[in-house]
């Protein structure tokens, strides 16, 4: 069972590069979401997609942007990397209801230097 | 504001014993839903257990217990007979919004369980 994957898995930028992280999930969830992990910060919201087709900001939206334009697929965008954009980024999928757990894939971890 | 309050960066128990990890949340929604995830160091997300806003009784899956008490908006997590591989992060989340949209986490308790 793949669940949620996450590539690349490591990814090294220099500051004004742009790259996408993609996540795939198999489990037809309808909500998606992205997450950065910063040391002492937990998990902040960056975007959140609750169908295909439609995404909406989070937390901290800024610097970032997203598509959903498969159920299956979440990407998000950094269109040019801040070294403050150097995090592990999460990527979630879940069923639509109060009761529904996050399914997270491994995560990505991207240096902007 | 903080929506999910976790007061203890870090903690210590010693093999064997129970520990709590305490989790304050803050919403104005009637239902919502409580959620606790731990983080090993090798980095994934592991959800451990769940509770509704609805729901009667407190939690429980296997060593894990959720200590639920509405009015005072704690979520707390008690571990019971901590074993080594219990050391780790652990994220308390909330679950809200019209279509169960929101999902927020706290900014985590450090584990450290000794032998």
């Known amino acids: 069972n793949a669940g949620v994957t996450q590539t690349p898995k490591f990814r090294v930028l220099k500051t004004g590069q742009s790259m996408t992280l993609l996540c795939a999930q198999d489990m037809n969830h309808e909500y998606m979401y992205w997450y950065r992990q910063d040391p002492g910060m937990g998990l902040r919201l960056i975007h959140y997609s609750v169908g295909e087709g439609t995404t909406a900001k989070g937390e901290v939206p800024d610097g970032y942007n997203v598509s959903r334009l498969k159920k299956q697929n979440f990407l998000l965008g950094l269109e040019s990397a801040a070294p403050s954009q150097t995090s592990v980024y999460f990527c979630?999928?879940?069923?639509?209801?109060?009761?529904?757990?996050?399914?997270f894939g491994e995560g990505s971890r991207l240096t902007v230097l | 504001a903080q929506k999910i309050t976790q007061t203890q960066p870090g903690m210590f128990v010693q093999e064997k014993e129970a520990v709590t990890l305490d989790c304050t949340y803050d919403?104005?929604?009637?239902?919502?839903?409580l959620f606790w995830y731990k983080q090993p160091s090798s980095g994934e997300m592991i959800f451990l257990i769940y509770q509704g806003s609805y729901d009667q009784q407190n939690a429980t899956e296997g060593r894990y217990s959720l200590n639920f008490q509405k009015a005072r908006k704690s979520a707390n997590l008690v571990i019971s007979a901590s074993q080594l591989g219990d050391s780790a992060m652990y994220f308390c989340?909330?679950?809200?919004?019209?279509?169960?949209?929101?999902?927020?986490f706290g900014p985590g308790t450090r584990l450290s369980v000794l032998p």
């Open positions: 979630a999928s879940s069923w639509g209801a109060l009761t529904g757990e996050l399914f």
């Open positions: 989340a909330m679950r809200e919004g019209s279509y169960g949209q929101n999902f927020v």
């Open positions: 919403t104005s929604d009637p239902s919502y839903g």
